[in-house]
């Protein structure tokens, strides 16, 4: 099947505009009728269940945690992108939409990377406005940091907790709705089964972690906001709860899930310690601003203390291979370069798993208190783990998974191939293409939740008929009864091995056959491997406990069952992906200076996949890719 | 970096099934743990001999283990997070410990965090007291630009520093009293600095006061217990600007 995107019209400039002119409009004393189900609330579903309540409609908002505060949307770091232009340094709307189609390697949709950029700008002063407390300078006005993938300043921050007070601000609002009773919030629960009545969906079937009781929530339209999937790799810098879980539960009722293989694999994380590591810590790549990377030039300097390897046996190879960007190329050039030094045993650190991130030549520029300044609780939080002093000596770095542009597949208006289905922020695949630049997950949550669902989903609206089908239909019933037969089998099985060791030898397959470097060869074998694991998983897994009350490990149980059926997935559309693009490099295409090579002539497109069970192939639908207003280009950042 | 020898460790845990059965101390010992083990992976690495033993695994509310979500919350040797300055559980390490150490771990205890099971507790009031008032009443779309408003740089830089809490509760833990002073003046004192929280200001801390008392937080006696706790090192002059927001309300 070719899919449509559903894109406008007409000169870029004027396509957002236009179509929410285009967009039917649900009458204000109508809204209330409607019901709209909300999965996950963190940046995009909480300002997008925020938003929606304020509007005037019934918003029914459900997270895993104990708080809507707690997503993982609050451990970004860095910033948030905008094209406000306020350092006039050449910065504009169109500019921060070719970096983002650029950054992300020619393989995202124009359109609604227009909209991002266009609605970047409003997204700050909505922050402002709610409290958020920005950087400022002396005389009061905004400041901005630069980031990687961009050669104008256009990154606004509050110190290294942007995530963190852009969440609050939108919890805030969501509160201000939850106290108004348009919003009723659902905290401890996690969507286990999407709800599809004739083609559409109409509701989900949720655990209550608490009770353990199976409950279902009918509705005339369901959001999925429920983040991205790189726990996959068992290791990666998302929480412990992140899963795939709901996402996997929609592509199982026919939600076709678009580019799985592509996963960033962050710079500047902080390296594995040892084997029983539960997760990696990322640090802002903002650091790699005032930090400069390097490896010794020798194999004989590896053992020394940094400061003991002379500067001129020192190789600071981004500066020396992109002496353009340095330090800042994007994610993924820097993430593959420092796998390379490491690979060629010019690693340091434990089991040579790492580079430097070196500020002794910030310090003597700008001084100890201005660095501390910028990134004060970084450095802090590296010695909590490390028990280093980033001040005194180079930081060791060191790629993790981090972030999947992949997602459900979206039209314009962010709904799926399942009328009635929308997938907002990580969750879903539109704007990142095969790399998002940093400070870009932030704006694209937030422009989802406050600036697009917003409009788009009344268009849909007014298709339906509310509260057309309630949960005492038939589907809600089936959809109970799977998820307990489920449960039943999870703790019935009684085997040997926990959950815990499951998901991390998926992990190492996933990391060694499908992260940074992926080959024909790997990826055949993992889509071996991981069937095998998943066969063992469901004879051999051991959850302890009742479904009847709080059990965390069936709680794991799911997901990582869902991920051990993912994974296989993600591997196959990296097999399918003959050519190397951002976050997705494939070893045998690449350009002779190790460069991704992509393929446009048999590329260029959206791949979308049709899950169909575990014993058939998925079957791959296609959106081709239009390059109108950015030309296709070779991207390079030297 | 120092080295990897191995620690075995005594742990008395609190074991309660639910909220409505008496819980109690349990024993287990934690084995071949090294200085790099985070104080959560040490407990990962207790609950997978335990899973292997066929017994019901320690829970525990964690999430992001970098320290920023807020969601674990133990009592470690009495103190909230272990004690160790401006830190959560989840970012504590081995190190501060020694081979041979007994360590007792307990949820957080306080009137209005009833236990769901074993170190989970219900900290639901501290969201009811942020929907009484920990907002401005703004409208998505339709503000000012960013910059209409000046706000210099001391006010943001203080409003920053009230922002930063994390929700933990670990303040409500630490004081004799069970206060949520130190959280509930966080917000009020962040969103009365900022001129785009100022016009709200009155109304906010009355609200706000109103609902800490109904979920049945304690009073402030001065302990300054909540600051000695807090991993995010949000100062008690919070609590002093609370005070003062609340006087001036009366008058407002």
């Known amino acids: ?638 | 970096m120092s080295d990897h020898k191995t620690m075995t460790l005594t742990l008395i845990v609190w074991r309660q099934k639910n909220a409505t059965v008496p819980g109690k101390f349990e024993t287990y010992t934690a084995k071949n743990i090294t200085s790099h083990h985070s104080f959560l992976e040490m407990l990962d690495c207790v609950n997978e001999d335990l899973i292997a033993a066929g017994k019901e695994p320690i829970v525990f509310d964690h999430d992001c283990r970098e320290g920023i979500c807020g969601m674990c919350s133990q009592v470690i040797n009495g103190a909230p997070h272990g004690g160790q300055d401006r830190t959560t559980v989840c970012q504590l390490h081995m190190r501060k410990f020694k081979d041979g150490d007994t360590i007792y771990i307990e949820p957080w205890r306080a009137r209005a965090f009833p236990i769901i099971k074993d170190l989970i507790v219900d900290r639901a009031a501290l969201d009811t007291i942020i929907q009484a008032g920990g907002y401005t009443s703004c409208h998505t779309g339709g503000v000012p630009d960013g910059n209409a408003i000046l706000i210099p740089k001391p006010i943001a830089e203080e409003a920053t520093d009230a922002a930063e809490c994390i929700g933990c509760g670990a303040c409500v833990a630490g004081c004799p009293n069970g206060a949520a002073m130190l959280f509930t003046s966080a917000k009020v004192s962040q969103l009365a600095l900022l001129p785009q929280g100022r016009a709200e200001a009155a109304t906010r801390v009355k609200n706000m006061t109103a609902a800490m008392s109904q979920c049945g937080f304690g009073n402030c006696t001065n302990h300054y217990e909540c600051m000695a706790a807090c991993p995010k090192g949000i100062n008690v002059k919070f609590i002093a600007r609370m005070n003062r927001e609340f006087i001036k309300a009366q008058f407002a």
Not at chain 1, 17 to 26: A, G, M, S
Not at chain 1, 276 to 305: C, F, H
Not at chain 1, 318 to 329: I, Q, V
Request: proline content about 4%; some cysteine.
């Open chain 1, 1 to 638: 099947m070719i899919l449509d995107g559903k894109c406008p019209t007409g000169p870029i400039e004027k396509t957002w505009d236009k179509h929410r002119f285009d967009l039917k409009l649900v009458n204000p004393a109508n809204k209330r009728k409607y019901n709209i189900i909300m999965v996950g609330t963190g940046l995009a579903g909480g300002a997008a269940a925020a938003s929606l309540g304020e509007l005037g409609y019934n918003v029914q908002a459900f997270c895993y945690q104990d708080s809507p505060r707690r997503a993982h949307s609050i451990a970004a770091q860095g910033g948030i992108n905008a094209a406000k232009n306020y350092p006039s340094d050449g910065d504009s709307i169109l500019r921060l939409m070719y970096d983002t189609i650029k950054g992300g390697d020619f393989r995202a949709r124009e359109h609604d990377v227009w909209r991002l950029a266009q609605v970047s700008n409003n997204i700050i002063d909505q922050c402002v406005a709610q409290g958020v407390p920005f950087a400022r300078d002396y005389a009061g006005y905004l400041d901005n940091r630069s980031f990687g993938g961009a050669q104008v300043s256009r990154t606004f921050y509050s110190r290294g907790l942007t995530g963190q007070q852009l969440l609050l601000g939108a919890y805030s609002a969501l509160s201000r709705q939850i106290k108004a009773g348009t919003v009723k919030m659902h905290t401890r629960r996690e969507m286990l089964d999407l709800v599809v009545v004739d083609g559409v969906a109409r509701g989900i079937t949720v655990r209550n972690l608490v009770t353990g009781e199976i409950e279902t929530h009918a509705a005339d339209a369901v959001c999925l906001a429920s983040g991205g999937y790189v726990n996959v790799f068992y290791l990666s810098t998302n929480a412990k709860g992140c899963s795939v879980t709901a996402n996997w539960s929609a592509a199982k009722k026919g939600a076709f899930f678009a580019n799985p293989c592509y996963t960033q694999i962050h710079p500047t994380c902080i390296p594995q310690a040892g084997e029983y590591q539960s997760k990696l810590t990322l640090m802002s790549e903002s650091l790699r601003n005032d930090g400069r990377i390097w490896v010794p030039k020798n194999k004989a300097d590896i053992g020394k203390l940094p400061a003991d390897v002379p500067e001129a046996d020192r190789d600071y190879y981004l500066e020396r291979k992109y002496p353009s960007f340095g330090n800042l190329a994007p994610r993924d050039i820097a993430s593959r370069n420092a796998k390379e030094a490491c690979d060629n045993g010019l690693g340091v650190g434990p089991g040579g798993r790492g580079v430097y991130l070196d500020f002794a030549d910030s310090i003597k520029r700008l001084s100890e208190d201005t660095i501390r300044e910028r990134y004060g609780n970084l450095f802090e939080m590296y010695e909590k783990i490390t028990d280093e002093n980033g001040y005194k000596r180079p930081m060791r770095i060191y790629p993790a998974p981090h972030y999947a542009m992949g997602g459900l597949w979206v039209d314009y208006n962010l709904m799926s191939n399942i009328p009635g289905l929308f997938v907002l922020g990580e969750a879903n695949f539109s704007v990142h293409g095969a790399n998002r630049l940093g400070a870009s997950a932030l704006m694209q949550g937030l422009s989802d939740g406050y600036f697009v669902i917003p409009y788009t989903i009344g268009g849909y609206l007014v298709t339906v008929k509310p509260g057309d089908v309630k949960n005492d239909h038939p589907e809600f019933k089936k959809s109970v009864e799977d998820v307990k037969a489920r449960t039943n089998k999870f703790l019935n099985i009684n085997g040997k091995k926990t959950i815990t060791e499951f998901h991390r030898e998926l992990g190492k397959v996933m990391w060694n056959d499908v992260g940074m470097a992926r080959s024909k060869e790997s990826l055949t074998d993992a889509i071996k491997k991981i069937p095998a694991i998943r066969e063992e998983f469901w004879q051999n897994v051991k959850v302890t406990g009742s479904g009847a009350e709080l059990n965390q490990q069936l709680e794991g149980a799911g997901r990582v069952a869902d991920f051990l059926e993912f994974g296989e997935l993600l591997a196959k559309d990296a097999l399918h992906r003959e050519e190397s693009c951002g976050g997705h490099f494939r070893v045998e295409h690449q350009l002779p200076d190790g460069e991704a090579k992509r393929n446009d002539a048999d590329f260029s497109y959206v791949g979308a996949w049709e899950f169909k069970g575990n014993d058939k192939e998925p079957e791959l639908h296609k959106e081709p890719l239009k390059f109108e207003t950015i030309h296709l280009a070779v991207r390079s950042y030297k």
